[in-house]
């Protein structure tokens, strides 16, 4: 049972141009939203957060928007940069759970 | 401060062996989280602590499968008679509240079973 999903298993974006991200859920107890980062051969890294009382939260070149009424999150990162090409995690939770739940993650690469 | 450590990085076992792995949190943070990564998928929650409290075990968790926080500080998780399906990254992580300001994850042992 896939509460988080991430549709997309790869994502290539031109240097400069806008990469878009998406996630979805399904537990509708989930009210709390984490995107992370993973290079090869390191653990993930916290990229933002958004809480279900918000619709946006923007933190330099990222970006993440939530839909609560269609269980739909994504990430924008802009512009995009090589450094950005990782792999991003989509993660949930109940505000107080300890308990992430994570997507399968979006390899992104961007093209130079 | 050095982020979160952990002990070994690489891992190959035999099946049947028991394995042991350590992890160091950062200082501070009283929280220390237990994950589990296979090949395509996200990470998979194990287990959590709060200070030397273990609060939380995921079903994952099977009676092969023991961690301990002995002192609050580092933590260790054993795996007993690993099996193949055992191969996997398993990931650290710690944070001085709860996961709204992100977890801080470590790098991972990534565990072979053969």
């Known amino acids: 049972d896939q509460q988080v999903k991430q549709n997309s298993p790869s994502l290539s974006v031109q240097e400069g141009r806008i990469s878009i991200l998406n996630c979805d859920y399904t537990n509708s107890m989930f009210d709390y939203f984490l995107w992370y980062k993973k290079y090869p051969a390191e653990g993930p890294t916290f990229l933002i957060s958004i809480s279900s009382i918000k619709d946006k939260n923007e933190d330099g070149r990222f970006t993440v928007f939530l839909n609560k009424s269609a269980k739909h999150l994504s990430l924008h990162i802009v512009p995009s940069q090589p450094g950005d090409s990782a792999v991003y995690f989509c993660a949930a939770c109940e505000i107080g759970n300890e308990k992430l739940t994570f997507g399968t993650g979006t390899r992104l690469t961007i093209i130079p | 401060d050095t982020g979160v450590s952990q002990d070994p990085r690489h891992k190959i076992t035999k099946r049947g062996q028991n394995v042991t792995f350590r992890c160091d949190p950062i200082?501070?943070?009283?929280?220390l989280y237990w994950y589990r990564q296979t090949l395509g998928q996200g990470p998979e929650f194990l287990t959590y602590?709060?200070?030397?409290?273990?609060?939380?075990k995921s079903r994952l968790l099977s009676d092969r499968f023991s961690a301990e926080r002995p002192k609050g500080s580092f933590s260790t998780l054993e795996i007993q008679r690993t099996e193949q399906g055992d191969s996997a990254m398993y990931l650290c992580?710690?944070?001085?509240?709860?996961?709204?300001?992100?977890?801080?994850f470590g790098s991972g042992t990534r565990l072979t079973v053969v």
């Open positions: 992580a710690s944070s001085l509240e709860w996961a709204n300001y992100g977890y801080t």
């Open positions: 602590f709060q200070n030397e409290a273990q609060l939380e």
């Open positions: 200082s501070e943070h009283n929280r």
